[in-house]
C-alpha cells in the first residue's frame, strides 16, 4: 500500500494565445476605427439672435473685411500691422481707455485678422470689447 500524496502539478495558464487574440481585436480596431477631422467641419459664422442691440455712447466700431482690410468708423485703416491698427484706435478713441470696441468681422475673414484686432485693442489699453452680429432671420426660434 502506497500512502504516500502524490504531488501534482498545478496547472499553468498559458498566456500567448491571450495575448495573440487581444493583439488581433487590437489590430480591427484600429483599422476599422474611423477619425473626425477638423478639417472638414463646415461652419458658418457669426450669425446671433438678439432682443434688443445696445447703444454704446462711447463706441468704436472696427469693421475687418473679408480679404483682412480693417476700417475704424468707416475710415479704412493704412495698413494691417498691429501697431498701426493699435495708433488708428488711440486716434479714433473720443472717450480714451473707456471706448467700448466693436468688431464687426466678415464671415469669411480670418481668425487672425480678429485677433490682431483684439491685441491692437489691448496695446491700445481698450479692454471692453464685443462682437457684432446679424440676425438669423428666423426671429429667435
Known amino acids: 500500500m502506497n500512502f504516500r500524496r502524490r ?18 481585436i487590437l489590430i480591427f ?17 457669426p450669425v446671433a439672435d438678439a432682443d434688443a442691440q445696445r447703444d454704446y455712447p462711447k463706441e468704436l466700431i472696427v469693421a475687418v473685411s473679408a480679404d483682412g482690410a480693417y476700417s475704424i ?22 472717450a480714451g481707455k473707456d471706448t467700448v470696441i466693436i468688431i464687426s468681422a466678415d464671415a469669411s475673414a480670418r481668425h487672425q485678422a ?12 481698450m479692454n471692453q470689447i464685443t462682437f457684432a452680429t446679424q440676425s438669423s432671420g428666423n426671429g429667435g426660434k
Open 114 to 125: 480678429v485677433v490682431t484686432v483684439m491685441e491692437a485693442a489691448r496695446r491700445s489699453g
Open 7 to 24: 504531488h501534482q502539478e498545478e496547472p499553468e495558464i498559458n498566456l500567448i494565445p491571450f495575448i495573440d487574440v487581444l493583439l488581433v
Open 73 to 94: 468708423n468707416k475710415q479704412v485703416v493704412a495698413g494691417r500691422s498691429t501697431e498701426a491698427l493699435s495708433m488708428a484706435l488711440i486716434e479714433n478713441a473720443k
Open 29 to 45: 480596431l484600429m483599422l476599422s476605427t474611423t477619425y473626425s477631422k477638423f478639417t472638414e467641419l463646415q461652419l458658418k459664422l
